[in-house]
């Protein structure tokens, strides 16, 4: 395994995305919050996924809610994950826009945003940092040529995320998505300048975000490994 997802304790999430994923599981996020009621298990565990990994080079932070919510769960998973091994590089998926210490003790801050105009509002920091863009209809019609020139220069990664469907769970969700999404050929244009664009930035396309299987595995509060976000 080379990439681990650490999920931060679920909670009502500060923000109300009308796109959420995490909106469109069946199981609706309920696990038991081990890393509140039985901290040293939960802690055990995941040095113990850490340990048996020795291939691991990733750790994701993230959650079913902000994770920045839970700010002294994410700076203990940096501290483990550092304390067992400091090579494996460590990222933090936020929407979070506001300055924070805790930025910067990351390798890879990663900013989900999901309209074009916040593209210049943002004052990203971090050692690395990603804009993560979720493709709703607020792009259509941008090349990637002006998405990059409405992002600060110092945002090194790009990855555009495909909105993705919960398959039925969620119907409002679903209705958003269905009426939201990208547009067919700002999409086709973007992966066309995607493939031929040869600058300094690092541009990735991701289609299948949710889709685990061959790429990491989950780590949640209940301090269990999970091979997808169904699995319960
Ligand atoms: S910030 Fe993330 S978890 Fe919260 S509502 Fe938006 S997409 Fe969902």
Known sequence: MKSLQVVTP????????????????????????????????????????????????????????EPMQSKECVNDIIDIVRGVNKDIQIELQTRYYKQDDIYNKLDVVAYSIANINL????????????????????????SLYEIIKLIPKNVKQITFKRLIDTNGVNKKVDDYILNHKINDDTLYKLKDDIQKYSGELSIRLDMECMHCEGRYKIFRENGKLYNNWEEL
């Open 10 to 65: 679920h909670m009502e999430c500060i923000f109300n995305c009308p796109f959420c994923i995490a909106k469109g599981h069946k199981h609706n996020n309920v696990f038991v919050n081990n890393y509140l009621y039985n901290y040293d298990l939960w802690k055990n565990n995941l040095i113990k996924v850490i340990n048996d990994n020795k291939d691991l080079k990733y750790v994701v932070i993230t959650g079913t809610n």
């Open 119 to 142: 593209l210049k509002k943002i004052r990203p920091t971090g050692n690395i940092i990603r804009y993560v863009i979720i493709m709703t209809d607020t792009f259509n019609w941008y």
